[in-house]
């Protein structure tokens, strides 16, 4: 059943408004009708299934029938600071990142990444990216993506929790092993992937100073889009999400 994204300010009580494009396509395309069920989230953490009461081609009204259906939610707040790479492959990358569950996005810019700073338009096709790839796997929360943001200005404002850097001249420490030897299962989880044509060295010092670790991923060196869903999906499995 098709999933509809309705803001937590468009539910009042029982009652929900769907609007605009969401609205249009229930309307128009899938031709949804008046007693119809389908299933809707609030971009939060929550998803319900609500009954259509009113139909028109911008506006659609309805009331909850059941609610937290589904949660797809963990307690691990991973977020991706992920080296800005050419269009096709950042687009992928933004729709797998939210299927694995990353929580936020920030674009880095970096001293080796060739790619200009987003406009505002790009930005908006990125959450649209990121609102469609959560409707199809189910989460009940939108993947957060941040502006394009200076390397240095990211390392400089950590949020705090865990930080890694894959690097691949790190050839001791991986994933497993920090994440493991930590006093205490983080809860926030910080993962700076660098860009096609690597980190530079200074800029790894830098992380480290800043409470980073190094670690490495594997044996072979891997593209920039294919080391930030790894480090994130091996991230996830050590703090229990994929058991």
Known sequence: MPRFFV?????HGQKFILEGSEARHAALVLRKKAGDIIDIFDGKDLSYEGRIES???????GVIVAQ???????????????????????????????????TRVVP????????????DETRERWKRIA??????????????????TPFSDAI????????LIPWEKETAKTIKQVVS????????????IGPEG???????????????????????????ETAGLVAATLVLSELGVYS
Do not use: N
């Open 7 to 11: 803001p937590p300010e468009q539910i």
């Open 156 to 163: 400089e404002s950590l949020p705090g929790g865990l930080t």
């Open 55 to 61: 139909v028109a081609p911008d506006r659609i009204e």
């Open 198 to 224: 690597g980190w530079e060295a200074r800029e790894v010092e830098s992380a480290v100073r800043q409470g980073a670790v190094a670690v490495r991923l594997g044996p072979t060196l891997l593209r920039s």
């Open 108 to 119: 880095l810019l970096t001293a080796r990444t060739v790619i200009k700073p987003a406009k």
């Open 68 to 102: 937290e259906k589904k949660r797809h939610s963990t307690t691990v707040e991973l977020i991706l600071y992920q080296a800005l790479i050419k269009g096709p492959k950042w687009d992928w990358l933004l729709e797998k990142a939210c299927e694995v569950g990353v």
């Open 181 to 192: 030897s930590s006093q205490s299962k983080p809860t926030r989880v910080s993962l700076f």
């Open 131 to 148: 609102l469609a790839a959560a409707k199809q796997c189910g989460r009940a929360d939108i993947m957060d993506i941040a502006p394009p």
